[in-house]
């Protein structure tokens, strides 16, 4: 049904010996849609991975893929999924296009279609002129597209790509980002990563785990808004700053200096200003300062990267579990 979502995640945990690597997460990813999966090392990412592609049994908790139960109907639902792991696990003896063809007669697509489907999969992840090569004597970045060509063969509704850029220069990490991006609209991808500009330009929206559990989720915009919950601007001004604040105040209430440099030698700050309003207040901003006598010679905002996101949505998770296990 076109209304089912590509991948839905209700209540999975996954304990080893007691101890949850995977607690209690939930989550829905639409089809067609590009999902950035992120978390320190040790989050749980793999491990929700390797449930999502049947490679793992849950200890408790739902996963559907396409309407499907991975627990119920892993084979299935293997059938729907293109997986390629953190470390691929390529035969090193094999030439690139023996290899796709073993992968896709096991994958059961009939050998008239093969054939033709190699040679698209070869031109979308430009690997043509090496297709008679031996995998093994590939560099890196060669090797990983011919995970990602293995990946999308068979053409499954889901791709889960775990790490796909690492290890790769940045030429290579551009290719990679194309190829995915080429793929919103027609498969649902799942990409773990620590490469996070990349994760930011390539995904529609982000999910990020801590401890085994969902911090954040939401589209790149919306988490600077719910994560940081303000703007910055950046100032260089001259002027008499303890009349500053009530000035700022008329142009925004929520607006404050919130750091500030000494004098240079040309008599002008440095100056932070943070706000609680997300649009722009650039131009009143400059408006307000030039009639109130002060001379600016910069003035930006700054915009938070989704590292900052990151790193303040994990931050809090650790607080927040810090205060629980004070209060037990």
């Not at 209304?3 to 990813?29: C, E, M, N, Q, R």
């Not at 785990?209 to 910055?232: F, K």
């Not at 300062?289 to 001379?295: I, P, V």
């Not at 990267?305 to 790193?311: K, P, R």
């Amino acid at each position: 049904m076109p209304d089912t979502p590509a991948i839905a995640v209700t209540h999975l945990v996954k304990s080893y010996a007691g101890v949850a690597a995977v607690s209690d997460i939930s989550f829905t990813v639409a089809r067609g849609e590009i999902l950035g999966f992120l978390g320190p090392n040790g989050a749980g990412k793999s491990t929700t991975m390797r449930i999502l592609t049947g490679y793992l049994p849950a200890t408790s908790g739902n996963v559907n893929i396409c309407g499907i139960s991975v627990a119920s109907h892993p084979d299935e639902v293997k059938r729907r999924i293109g997986y390629m792991p953190e470390n691929n696990p390529l035969p090193e003896d094999m030439r690139v296009s023996e290899y796709l063809y073993f992968r896709g007669r096991l994958k059961e697509i009939q050998r008239r279609k093969l054939g033709p489907r190699i040679d698209e999969v070869l031109e979308l992840c430009d690997l043509k002129r090496v297709r008679h090569k031996i995998i093994g004597k590939l560099s890196k970045g060669f090797r990983q597209r011919v995970g990602i060509a293995e990946s999308i063969l068979a053409e499954p509704p889901v791709i889960i790509m775990d790490e796909p850029t690492i290890g790769l220069d940045p030429h290579q990490i551009l290719i990679v980002r194309d190829l995915i991006a080429s793929l919103r609209g027609r498969m649902t991808v799942i990409i773990s990563s620590h490469i996070l500009p990349e994760i930011e330009m390539t995904c529609d929206r982000v999910l990020i785990i801590n401890q085994g559990r969902v911090v954040a989720q939401g589209t790149p915009t919306d988490l600077r808004r719910e994560i940081l919950g303000h703007s910055t601007y950046q100032l260089e001004l001259a002027g008499d700053l303890a009349a500053l604040p009530p000035l700022l105040a008329t142009v925004e209430p929520t607006l404050r200096l919130t750091a500030q440099s000494e004098t240079d030698a040309a008599g002008f700050h440095s100056l932070t200003l943070t706000t609680e309003r997300a649009d722009e207040l650039g131009e009143p901003l400059l408006r307000t300062l030039t009639a109130g006598g002060y001379r600016l010679r910069s003035l930006s905002r700054a915009h938070p990267t989704l590292e900052d996101v990151f790193l303040a949505a994990t931050r809090r998770s650790w607080d927040v579990k810090s205060e629980d296990i004070r209060k037990s």
